[in-house]
């Protein structure tokens, strides 16, 4: 049983298609078709229903994934036993949000170069169900995201820590040097707020609906670097997580306001999925960002 064979059996159990795993893997779609057809005749059962062009596991498929999962684990680590002590090498696959991969990332993977030069790193960023369908595919290895608290089945959670969110305006405007400023007042400034399906907007809008009010903003943008530029040079505020604003509160350009609302529920989540061999890597990035966190 050829370990390239379980290779690609693995893959196209996770992405659902030939044509997809040969262009990954540098196969023609014929070869890996071969493959499949090898690994089921040494196993005496097919692995997959094709109907047109629509493939499903079969039930032998489905108990075969587990155990390939644990084979190529199994390859993995042996190849870095048979490196040189202190030497990794190979890639890791990052998702994350756009005010994580500003705020938390650089740091982090600065660090992470230093001691593993020889690995590349690439970083994912999308809406969340899009980062939990690259997840399942195993098109990322590790996932960090701010959120309300979720878990899946398929998951390993690494690491879950309260996050905060708040309003945040240019220095000099008058609101951030007052407290307990109504929410009314707040909302009538010009708003500079991320799409509604982030995980604190959302909270936000929740918070505010039930209060009766409601959000206009003028401003919606994923890209949190804008968002904090407009609240810096003009007289709106941003709505932003306390981990993206540090840098610019820090550096005097932005304060934080001291709106009269409810904290808003988020959490710091760091995932892989459950069949995920963990290489170094992954292990060394995870405990960077626990530590920052």
């Known amino acids: 049983m050829e370990l390239r064979c379980i290779r690609t059996f693995s893959r196209i159990a996770e992405v659902g298609s030939f044509t997809r795993v040969a262009s990954e893997l540098g196969y023609t779609q014929s070869a890996v078709t071969m493959q499949v057809k090898q690994l089921e005749r040494e196993l005496g059962c097919d692995l997959f229903e094709r109907v047109g062009r629509n493939i499903r596991l079969t039930p032998e498929g489905e108990r075969l994934v587990p155990v390939a999962h644990t084979m190529l684990q199994a390859a993995d680590e042996a190849a870095r036993i048979a490196r040189e002590p202190g030497e990794v090498v190979g890639s890791l696959r990052i998702g994350a949000l756009d005010s994580l991969l500003m705020s938390v990332l650089p740091g982090v993977l600065s660090d992470l170069s230093r001691t593993y030069p020889k690995v590349c790193v690439s970083t994912h960023q999308g809406l969340l169900d899009e980062e939990f369908a690259m997840l399942r595919r195993n098109d990322i290895d590790i996932l960090l995201f701010l959120d309300e608290r979720v878990n899946y089945p ?140």
């Open 154 to 293: 398929e998951w390993v959670k690494v690491m879950e820590k309260p996050g905060a969110a708040g309003f945040y305006a240019a220095a000099g405007n008058p609101m951030a040097a007052e407290k307990d400023v109504p929410l009314e007042r707040a909302l009538a400034a010009p708003l500079y707020l991320t799409e509604r399906s982030v995980a604190y907007r959302k909270a936000l809008e929740q918070a505010v609906c039930a209060r009766g009010l409601a959000l206009e903003p003028r401003v919606e943008c994923g890209n949190t670097s804008l968002l904090i530029q407009l609240a810096q040079s003009t007289e709106g505020l941003t709505f932003l997580p306390a981990m993206a604003t540090s840098a610019a509160v820090a550096a005097g350009n932005l304060a934080p306001v001291d709106v009269r609302l409810e904290p808003v529920d988020i959490w710091y989540q760091m995932v892989h999925h459950k069949n995920k061999a963990v290489t170094p890597q992954m292990r060394l990035f995870m405990t960077l960002v626990d530590a920052v966190l």
